[in-house]
T-cell receptor, first 110, second 114 residues
């Protein structure tokens, strides 16, 4: 069973600090990875995609990929209360399917 | 540019009935995927359609089916509804299919089976 694992949280982070969200995946053949943000009662919204080892930055968000360790992370700098949401990690695996983790609830403390 | 549109937004059905959900993808997008989201199981892949063909399928029973029309609009059908089918059904559209293709979600259809 190919899986994407995330800590369910909640992860509480003070406003202005860095929030670090982590994700591991079991299919070594996975090549594409995505982070989605989902506010309560809303649909997932794509934040970042990453395909190569290393870091990818977009504004306050940085995605990190380590294929050797089968590990993906999302860093949110200068966290804001509006960042409070559930963050879903997803990978496109060798079965040509996108698999989602169950998400990490992030709570930014004002 | 209009986003992904799903109709209806909310639906209440009785066990044993069938239901059809509709999804209009972003203009120019040719791939439509369907997902079921529940608190216990998270977001689970149902199937993907690309150029009117089912390209891939998740691990759901045959009661769940779909189709895609020539204008890329897609419908999903669930027959013989069970209480466990109560969930948020999300449609996502992508410009293309396969690796490195980003998916954009609609607002979802909240289905309640009573």
């Amino acid at each position: 069973q190919k899986e994407v694992e995330q800590n369910s949280g909640p992860l509480s982070v003070p406003e202005g600090a860095i929030a670090s969200l982590n994700c591991t995946y079991s299919d070594r053949g996975s090549q594409s990875f995505f982070w989605y943000r989902q506010y309560s009662g809303k649909s997932p919204e794509l934040i970042m995609s990453i395909y190569s080892n290393g870091d990818k930055e977009d504004g306050r968000f940085t995605a990190q990929l380590n294929k050797a360790s089968q590990y993906v992370s999302l860093l949110i700098r200068d966290s804001q209360p509006s960042d409070s949401a559930t963050y879903l990690c997803a990978s496109w695996n060798r079965d040509d399917k996108i698999i989602f983790g169950k998400g990490t609830r992030l709570h930014i403390l004002p | 540019k209009a986003g992904v549109t799903q109709t209806p937004r909310y639906l209440i059905k009785t066990r044993g009935q069938q239901v059809t959900l509709s999804c209009s993808p972003i203009s120019g997008h040719r791939s439509v995927s369907w997902y079921q989201q529940t608190p216990g199981q998270g977001l689970q892949f149902l199937f993907e359609y690309f150029s009117e063909t089912q390209r891939n399928k998740g691990n759901f029973p045959g009661r769940f089916s779909g189709r895609q029309f020539s204008n890329s609009r897609s419908e999903m059908n669930v027959s013989t509804l069970e209480l466990g089918d109560s969930a948020l059904y999300l449609c996502a559209s992508s410009p293309d299919s396969g690796l490195n293709t980003e998916a954009f979600f609609g607002q979802g259809t909240r289905l309640t089976v009573v």
